[in-house]
Structures are given as structure tokens and as C-alpha cells.
């Protein structure tokens, strides 16, 4: 009878272990397989994957940096708070207004890149600071150059007693360039019309980035058709005086002696600091390189000679010293090799043998130092 309770108890406990052994294995596959969904990507079907990509475009998610990214062409530009010179407080909401409107219409109009603007408030801050709280061509043309910007969009606005109304006057900075343009000034009666002023002006302001749109094309050899769409505005190309100065003494056929005191004043760094050609001829003669001949005279080898004896000193000079006259100048440059006869076969000189003989002649001072082991 024992023997029979033994077996009986040997059996249930087996049963029992298997059960158990059982419900483990399934268990564990139902976590296997909880497992390998988690790590399985979802696979989109073609049609939402499409209608997905469609809506991130749509409404900006998840752009990536090449999407995200400005364009390296395209102009970035800036509009300045315009300046309240009304001397009363109830024109307070036209600086903001303004500023809505004209951006609201040139994007309207226009592709362009926006300039951060809390970095140029920053900037004209600065600007104004130094220069007594003027905001000029001037200064607006050292704001474009400091924050590296292509339009910049400023002006001021006053009131007329007497009218009764208000005119605002706008400036259109182009990168670099001193020169703005100037829209004609806006008048606008103190009435109920006075909330369309903004709209007007910003009107006006479109129009004169479609002409600067327009000359860039042009410029590109580009035929501007007028449509509806939107025009991309291109980073605009600080001028640079100084070198348009020399390419066209490069390109002349018979230079004169402005020519001369523009490329002597290149070589000692101080064309920039003289604005104006007359300024830049003064200049020469207060540094008594050349004497007082005209700016348009044609510049003659003698007076060249001249030139290069007093700016670069040929050692060979004696006579030229004594008498401080041209034709010794002329001996001595060209018997320092400075200016050789099959150069210069005429009594005036194009271009290229004006700049081949300053040329000549900043080799020569190069090379007296590393004689004299200076």
C-alpha cells in the first residue's frame, strides 16, 4: 500500500514539473518575440512614407542642415527701426509698423535671407555711438561692413505743423557703397489714411530693389522678363575704388597725371584716404612728387622720371639733385634700369608702360635694400 502512495506522489510531482516546464517555454518565446518586434524598424508603405514626407516639408519638421542651410548667393537684408524726428510722443507705433510693412512686401516680392536683429541693433548701437548718433550713408555703409550684410533699409520720419502731417524719408544702403538711394519722401496727412503711409512706403522700397534685381541681372548678361514670381536677390559686390582706379590706368593708351598720382598714392597705401581724384593730385604735390601740371595733362616720360626720382631715390642722381630738373631725372631713371629706352620709344606712355615702370621701380628699392643688406 506504501509503495502504491509513493508512485502516486512520484507521478503528480513529475506531471507538475512538466507543466511548469511547459509555461517557462512559453514565457520565454512570448518575451523573444516581444523583443524582436521592438528592435524590428516599422516599415512605412510607399504611399503614407510619401504623405509623411510631403507634411515635414509642408510645415518645416525635421529639416535637414543641407534644407536648413542659407544659400551662399543669395542676399541677407536688414531694416532698421526707422528714427522718430516728429518731437512728439503719438507717432510711437510708425517705427514698428514701417518695418512690418516693408518686410511683409518684400518678401512678398523678393527670396532673400533675413539678417539676425538683435545682432544689428547691436551693430548700429555701436555705430551710432561713434559718431554721435548719426545714421547716415556713411555710417550705414560701416553697419553693412561690420555685420556683413548686402541691403540695409533705414530712414527717419518728422512732422509739419503746418501741413499737419507727417513725411517719412527712406535709405537704401547697398553693401559697401557710400551711396545709397533714396526713394522720394512719403507724405501722408495726420487722418484716417495715416495707416496706409507704412503700406506706401513700403511700396516705393520694393520698387527700388526691383530696379537693383534687375541691373544684377542685366550685369549677367541676362534678359529680365517680368513675371509673378518671387525674384532672388544676390549678394551684392562691395565695390572696390581703388582697383576699378587701376584697371582703367592699365587699360589706357595715353595716360595723364592723374593717372600717375592715383598709382603713386596706391603704392604708398593712401588712395582710400583721399576721396576724391583732386584730393589725391593735392596730395602729390604736398608731397612734392609732382609739380603743377594738370590733372588731365598727358603724362609726359620726364614728368614720370621726375616722380620716380623723388619717391624712390635712384642713387645715381647728382645732376638731378643740383638742377631738379626732368631731364636729368630722366637720364638717371633710365640708367637705373628703371625706365629703358625700347620702353617708352614716345614723349607720353599708355598704361601698361606706366605701370611696368613704377613696377621697375618698387624692384629697384627691393633690391638697393638686400645690397646694402639692410
Known sequence: MFRWFVAICLLFAAITTADAAK?????????KAKTEATNTPTVTPK???EKTDKAKAI???EKTSEESAPKSDVAIVAIIRYDDKTGTENFGYMPDSLREAIGKALHSRFEFIDADAAQIEQIVAQVRS???GKLTAQEAAEICRLADIDILIFGNFIFDKNKNAIEIRTNISLNASDVSRNPQPIENKVDATIFQAADKVAADIVTEIAQVAREQQQAKGKTVVETDEKIQLEKIVAPNPEMDAYRQIQARDAVTVQDLADLLLMYRGEFTKHATPAARLERCRELKLIKNQT????LERGT????IMKSYTPETGWLFWITGWERYALRDVQEAGIMPN???PAQNLSGEQLLGTITAAEEYTVSRIKWSGK
Open 23 to 31: 509555461k517557462k517555454r512559453k514565457r520565454s518565446s512570448r518575451t
Open 47 to 49: 504611399g503614407n512614407k
Open 59 to 61: 510645415h518645416g519638421v
Open 130 to 132: 561713434q559718431n554721435a
Open 295 to 298: 590733372a588731365e595733362s598727358l
Open 304 to 307: 614720370l622720371a621726375y616722380a
Open 342 to 344: 625700347r620702353h617708352t
